[in-house]
């Protein structure tokens, strides 16, 4: 999962991406609005958190823009506290939560899970797709109700088709959210990753659609 982090006080910028980090998320940092606008412009994100005082474009201008451009993803503003005035005006400009600052890293991580569950259209913490279920709070992958020792690689990559169950990811949108910005962005080192989750969950949990991309089964069939 990729999350945006706009925020320009660079000790909160990278409190918020360390946490991320730690919980299994592929983090980006931008320090002003102009930069912002142009990544969740251009580049697909699964959460961005916003924050509204921003140099060069303010934070509820991005909002607007994005939402303007018919940009969907769940955004979490940031705003001081007893700002009540600016948080209203963010809800109405597109803004799907808020938290203000300052803020225990608990409740974001805790926001962030629920925000990314609800895009995906799910309510509960304990996401199914057929006999494989993961929980967001923990991190944690199972098959019929046991736990599986999965590497934080692993997990990512199955909580992302598990929040898409039902739907054939295609390689390049699976290797973009599992790897991030970093540089193993190969399609050999993501089946590489996809035959250790079928040795250690069954060959038959995660299925490859050949020419459209992966998929896990929704649990109707």
Do not use: C
């Amino acid at each position: 999962m990729r999350i945006l982090v706009v925020e320009d006080e660079p000790a909160i910028a990278t409190g918020i991406s360390s946490a991320l980090d730690a919980s299994g998320y592929q983090s980006r940092v931008s320090a002003d609005g102009e930069d912002a606008w142009f990544l969740g412009d251009t580049e697909d994100f699964d959460l961005v958190i916003l924050d509204l005082g921003l140099p060069k474009l303010d934070g509820l201008t991005v909002l607007k823009r994005w939402r303007t451009a018919g940009r969907q993803m769940p955004v979490l503003i940031l705003t001081a506290r007893g700002a009540w005035p600016e948080r209203v005006e963010g809800i109405d400009a597109g803004a799907d939560d808020y938290l203000a600052k300052p803020f225990q890293v608990e409740e974001l991580m805790a926001r962030v899970r629920a925000l990314i569950r609800r895009s995906a259209g799910h309510g509960s913490p304990v996401i199914e797709a057929g006999p494989v279920s993961i929980d967001t709070r923990q991190m944690k992958v199972m098959i019929d109700g046991a736990n599986m020792a999965v590497s934080p690689l692993e997990y990512r990559l199955v909580a992302y088709l598990v929040h898409h169950k039902g739907r054939v990811v295609p390689p390049g949108e699976l290797i973009e959210h599992l790897y991030g910005d970093d540089d193993a962005r190969d399609a050999n080192a993501l089946e590489a990753v996809v035959t250790r989750l079928r040795k250690k969950l069954g060959a038959d949990v995660i299925q490859t659609r050949r020419g459209f991309g992966y998929a896990v089964s929704d649990g109707s069939e």
